[in-house]
């Protein structure tokens, strides 16, 4: 189905609010010049009534029945449409009737049938008359009284008050309509301008961004939004590009070796000796690039959110024991003296061990590899302030401040000296970064140059299961 334009579907909306405010509008304007016209009308023939009881209360009694006509001729003459006045008694014998009553031909009840006072409304050909009737009591004789006015030119005015509202109502509505068209069209320029923009920025150009008009309104906010959306897009798309660029360069190193030592042993006849020297160095590059590889594919999972690591209950002290047990040996080679505290050994967590055990593997193997021989390396797992907390020490050779913000990032090495045997490939702790952050760990890190540092990886979400041991477990390892 096809939908119309944002421009057409606001001015529709206009459109119809506009017709039925107007409609309402009109509606309330009529009935109210009705209402008040009714109104004043009513009043001057109450006010009438009263005039002409009290006419009649002064005269009646006093004058004879002959000269009572001209009284009431005169009265009636003398009256605002007083001309319209007609009077009979009880017994039904009129007492006056003016000749515009008679030609009209309005019908008097008797006085006895007549209530107090009532209104109503009757049309004569093309005359319109508005007439009250009400009884009046002169000296225990009962009158009906009924007085009438033209309103004929009230009603003439009414209907050209609302053929004037029928005929302007549909110009307004047009011209309306016209207005809210092109009103429409200059708001919605701004959001094009937009759109062209966005619609132009190719992925070669995602360093460019919208002109945010300084209006204070949605248009300025939407325009910000876009923009801070192009610099997130512009971030990741630089990362993937460092990072695919990266990977190239740490992959073309091995290959290169491998091919290079395959090349030399191939290329004469060589000993046994030599040949297995270099299918050695072959497997060892071969292995480091299969870590790699195994590296790269774990940071672009975790980028993709393909890979969801499958939590249950861990228990947190003996994932740090393994890593423990593990970099023992890569210690003793180095002659670094190595040590690991675990206070609290029955912390549980829902986690992952198998990444939980290669977070600490990366942060127990980066210590002992960044410091020198004669070195020493401490490691301590408490529960401080209802959190459980890893803290990993070295004496090592530190990292620069300038380092500090990016040793998390991929492929980055703060020692710039050191050889892909003794640095590694610079992954390891942007891996152990996604796993502290898929466990709610936040992980820090403290040094100083020259004097070692002090990773600290603390969990937000644990719980202790027993409380805490009288002897807490201490194993060291010392040169």
């Not at 057409?8 to 010049?33: D, E, K, M, Q, S």
């Not at 990016?406 to 980055?412: D, S, V």
Request: hydrophobic share 45%; aromatic share 6%; glycine share 6%.
């Amino acid at each position: 189905m096809m939908r119309l334009p944002i421009r057409v579907r606001l001015t529709a909306w206009y459109l119809a609010v506009l017709c039925v405010c107007l409609a309402i509008l009109g509606g309330v304007i009529l009935v109210a010049a009705r209402a008040s016209v009714a109104r004043i009308i009513d009043s001057d023939l109450s006010a009438r009534l009263t005039a002409t009881r009290i006419f009649m209360e002064q005269h009646i009694s006093s004058e004879p029945p002959a000269e009572l006509q001209d009284e009431f001729q005169e009265y009636s003459a003398s009256q605002p449409g007083g001309a319209l006045l007609q009077i009979k008694e009880e017994s039904g014998e009129w007492i006056f009737q003016s000749l515009s009553m008679q030609k009209c031909a309005i019908e008097l009840a008797p006085s006895s049938a007549a209530e107090s006072s009532r209104f109503s409304s009757t049309v004569r050909g093309e005359r319109s008359f508005r007439i009250i009737t009400g009884k009046v009591a002169v000296r225990a004789r009962n009158y009906a009284v009924q007085i009438a006015t033209d309103t004929t030119n009230f009603t003439l005015v009414l209907q050209r008050l609302k053929w004037l509202l029928l005929i302007s109502t549909p110009l307004a509505i047009g011209l309306a309509l016209a207005g809210g068209y092109w009103l429409s069209s200059r708001a919605l320029v701004p959001v094009r301008r937009v759109t062209e923009t966005a619609r132009s920025i190719g992925g070669d150009e995602l360093s460019r961004r919208l002109d945010i008009p300084q209006t204070g309104d949605e248009l300025q906010f939407l325009a910000q939004t876009l923009n801070d959306m192009l610099a997130r897009i512009e971030n990741s798309f630089k990362r993937m590009t460092q990072f695919t660029a990266d990977a190239s360069h740490e992959l073309r190193t091995p290959v290169a070796i491998m091919r290079t030592t395959a090349e030399i042993a191939l290329r004469q006849k060589r000993d046994e000796e030599t040949y297995r020297k270099a299918l050695q160095e072959v497997l060892e590059e071969a292995e480091r690039t299969s870590s790699l590889i195994d590296d790269l594919l774990t940071l672009a999972r975790a980028d993709s959110a393909a890979q969801q690591l499958e939590l249950s209950p861990t228990n947190i002290a003996e994932g740090i024991e393994m890593a423990f047990s593990r970099i023992k040996f890569l210690a003793a080679e180095k002659t670094v003296a190595v040590s690991l505290q675990v206070i609290q050994r029955e912390v549980w967590i829902e986690g992952n061990h198998e990444a939980l055990l290669r977070l600490f593997l990366v942060l127990f193997d980066n210590a002992v590899k960044y410091t020198p021989a004669g070195g020493k390396v401490s490691a301590v797992f408490d529960v401080v302030k209802g959190r459980s907390v890893f803290r990993i020490q070295d004496s090592g050779i530190g990292i620069a401040p300038e380092d500090l913000p990016c040793i998390f990032e991929r492929f980055y090495r703060a020692d710039k000296t050191r050889t892909r045997k003794q640095g590694g490939s610079g992954l390891g702790l942007a891996i152990a970064k996604w796993i502290a952050d898929a466990h709610k760990a936040e992980i820090r890190v403290e040094s100083t140059l020259g004097k070692g540092s002090v990773f600290t990886v603390e969990f937000l979400e644990s719980r202790i299961e027993l409380a805490q041991q009288d002897d807490a477990l201490s194993v060291s390892l010392e040169k």
